[in-house]
Nanobody, 120 residues
Framework: QVQLVESGGGLVQAGGSLRLSCAAS????????MGWYRQAPGKQRELVAV???????NYADSVKGRFTISRDNAKNTVYLQMDSLKPEDTAVYYC??????????????WGQGTQVTVSS
């Protein structure tokens, strides 16, 4: 199994910044994509940003130019630097990783979520 532990959420004023971290642990053999999703109240969970092993990234249009995803493969950790935050960025942010372990083939895993609240 793989455990994903997120940190870095909180309350920030509009225009401010936050940095989320997500550390993966467990009997991991290989990890491909790592990413961040978010879910606002009453809305579906949506992709925010994803990064694959080679470093290729993809962002939701709503966060392009404001958010930056990165990863440290040695630490199995993914980061999301969020700048110029807007009230509409308020949501629970979930880490997702696709990994292969010593007992399972590649499958997706989710973190428990971390709340990000942006006040106007």
């Amino acid at each position: 199994q793989v455990q994903l532990v997120e940190s870095g959420g909180g309350l920030v004023q509009a225009g401010g910044s936050l940095r989320l971290s997500c550390a993966a642990s467990g009997s991991i053999i290989s990890m491909t994509a790592m990413g961040w999703y978010r879910q606002a109240p009453g809305k579906q969970r949506e992709l925010v940003a994803v990064i694959i092993g080679g470093g290729t990234t993809n962002y939701a249009d709503s966060v392009k130019g404001r958010f930056t995803i990165s990863r440290d493969n040695a630490k199995n950790t993914v980061y999301l630097q969020m700048d110029s935050l807007k009230p509409e960025d308020t949501a629970v942010y979930y880490c997702n990783a696709r990994a292969r372990t010593i007992v399972t083939d590649f499958r997706g895993y989710w973190g428990q979520g971390t709340q990000v609240t942006v006040s106007s």
